[in-house]
C-alpha cells in the first residue's frame, strides 16, 4: 500500500511539473546581469533578452545587480524562487573563480542550474617590444634566468588577467611578479607603457595594440589557432597544452527548476543564437558564439572550477 502512495504521489507531482512547463511561461521574465550597465556583458545580455524573450511569448527584462566582483547578482538568483521566472547570466568568475577564493553567500555548482553556455573570449600573451622574447620558448627561458624580475600586469585578484598567467606560471615554472591594477584598461597601458612587461590581455583589446607595433603577441589560450589572429600560436602548440583558458558566459537558473522548465529555456537560448545577427553582436564584443546541453554547460562548470580551485592554492589568493 506504501509504495503504491508513493508511486501515486510521484505521479502527481510530475504531472504538475508538466502542466507548469506547458504553461511557462505566463509572465515577464527577469534575466540577471551581475555586473553594472554598459559592459560587453550587458549587451550580450539585453541581446538574449530579445531574442529570448520573441522565443517565449514573454518579454525578458535585463536586471543589473552589481556587487563583490559578480557576486551581489549571482547570489540574489541562487536564492531566487525555482520557477524559471529569474535567469542569470553568468560569468567564469563568480561561477568558478570567487567560491575557492573566500566564503560567499552561496554554492553555484549546488544553488544553480545550468542551462546554456552562450559565449566565451580567449586571451593573448603579449609582451612589451622592449622584451627581447620572439616566442614562449624564448620567454620562458628569459623569465628562468630572470625569477620574479618580469611583471605581469592584472585586473584585479581573481580576474583573467591575474589567473591565467598564474597557470601559466604553474605549467611552465617560472616566477613573474603580480602587479595588480584596478581594471584591465589601466593594466593593458602599463604593459604598453613598459611599466610592466607581460599580460594576459583580451584577444579585442590586446589585438589592436599588437597590430601598431605597441605590444608583441607570443600565443594565445585557445586551444586551436584563432582566425582573428591566424599568426599567432596557441600555448599548446608552444609545449604547455594544459594552459587554454577563456572567459565564458552561461545563462543559469536557481537549482530546483522543473527539468522541464530548464530544457525548454535551453531550446529557445538555441534558437536565439542560431542566427547571423548573434555572431555580429559577439563580433562586436570580441566573444565566440557557445551553446550545448545543461549536462554539457554543468560538466564545464565542474572542470573550471577544480582547474581553477588549484590555480587559486597553489599562488595563495584571496579576496583582496
Do not use: C
Not at 41 to 58: E, H, M, P, V, W
Not at 181 to 196: E, F, N
Amino acid at each position: 500500500m506504501l509504495g503504491l502512495l508513493v508511486s501515486f504521489a510521484g505521479s502527481l507531482l510530475a504531472g504538475a511539473a508538466s502542466a507548469q512547463a506547458q504553461s511557462y511561461p505566463n509572465k515577464p521574465l527577469h534575466l540577471v546581469v551581475p555586473f553594472a550597465p554598459g559592459g560587453g556583458n550587458d549587451a550580450l545580455a539585453r541581446f538574449i533578452a530579445t531574442k529570448l524573450g520573441a522565443s517565449l511569448g514573454q518579454s525578458v527584462i535585463v536586471d543589473n545587480r552589481a556587487g563583490a566582483n559578480g557576486a551581489v547578482g549571482t547570489e540574489y538568483v541562487a536564492k531566487a524562487a525555482p520557477d524559471g521566472y529569474t535567469l542569470l547570466l553568468g560569468f567564469v568568475g563568480p561561477l568558478t573563480v570567487l567560491p575557492h577564493m573566500g566564503k560567499l553567500g552561496y554554492d553555484p555548482l549546488t544553488q544553480l542550474a545550468p542551462i546554456s553556455l552562450v559565449a566565451n573570449a580567449y586571451q593573448v600573451l603579449a609582451v612589451h617590444p622592449d622584451v627581447p622574447a620572439k616566442n614562449v620558448a624564448e620567454f620562458v627561458a628569459l623569465a628562468k634566468a630572470q625569477p620574479g624580475k618580469l611583471a605581469y600586469a592584472s585586473g584585479g585578484a581573481g580576474t583573467p588577467l591575474h589567473l591565467v598567467p598564474e597557470l601559466f606560471k604553474l605549467a611552465a615554472g617560472i616566477d613573474l611578479l603580480y602587479v595588480p591594477y584596478k581594471g584591465s584598461s589601466p593594466a593593458a597601458l602599463s604593459t604598453i607603457s613598459g611599466d610592466t612587461q607581460v599580460i594576459f590581455g583580451a584577444m579585442f583589446s590586446t589585438l589592436p595594440q599588437v597590430k601598431a607595433g605597441k605590444l608583441r603577441a607570443l600565443a594565445v589560450t585557445s586551444p586551436k589557432r584563432l582566425a582573428t589572429a591566424p599568426d599567432v600560436p596557441t600555448l599548446a602548440e608552444a609545449g604547455y597544452p594544459g594552459v587554454e583558458a577563456s572567459s565564458w558566459y552561461g545563462v543559469l537558473a536557481p537549482a530546483g527548476t522543473p527539468p522541464a522548465i530548464i530544457n525548454k529555456l535551453n531550446a529557445a537560448l538555441a534558437q536565439a543564437m542560431s542566427g547571423n545577427d548573434y555572431r555580429e553582436v559577439l563580433d562586436k564584443q570580441g566573444l565566440e558564439p557557445l551553446a550545448g546541453s545543461p549536462e554539457a554547460f554543468r560538466s564545464f562548470m565542474l572542470s573550471e572550477s577544480n582547474k581553477w580551485s588549484k590555480v587559486i592554492k597553489a599562488a595563495h589568493i584571496v579576496l583582496e
